[in-house]
């Protein structure tokens, strides 16, 4: 049996802790569906479709990750409903730092009231990468900080030619 897993997020760009959880993920289970939230309820600088393009390049081209292995997908509904999508039995979520910490607590919880037979998996990223949020890539990039310790070089190229 495949266990796979869903890691949903907005990745509004993905950044190396985001990358971190894939490849620890990829560890636990034979598949992962990056999922990206389409929903409307953050303001993004990408849009779904872009975002969907970041990703791919930073996995596929920059990274070489696996295409057999990690999927990217876009999604407007219930994580729990992908999860039943795609046959995925796991949620996988990141901790960053204690403050994350209450908010997954309560999104994992809620998850399972939703379908009781989907566990999440909370993992985190390496310690340099801990601090990394794509907020924070966005306003250093906005700023001409140097964000190279932060995501891969196609999403730094991408990033820097929205923010023109």
Known sequence: MIKAAIYPGTFDPITFGHIDLITKGLKV?????????AGMNKDHLFTPDERMSII???????????KLRVKV????????SLCKKYNANLILRGLRAVSDFEYEFQLAGMNK??????????L???IENQ???????KEIAELGGDIKKFTTKSTIKTLKEKLK
């Open 131 to 137: 601090i990394i949020s794509s907020k924070f890539v």
């Open 73 to 80: 997908i876009s999604f407007n509904n219930l994580t729990t």
């Open 113 to 122: 009231k939703l379908n009781s037979s989907i566990e999440t998996i909370f």
């Open 29 to 37: 289970v034979d598949k992962i569906y990056v999922a990206i939230s």
């Open 124 to 126: 985190m990223s390496n």
């Open 56 to 66: 791919k390049k930073a996995l596929f081209k920059d990274l070489r990750i696996s």
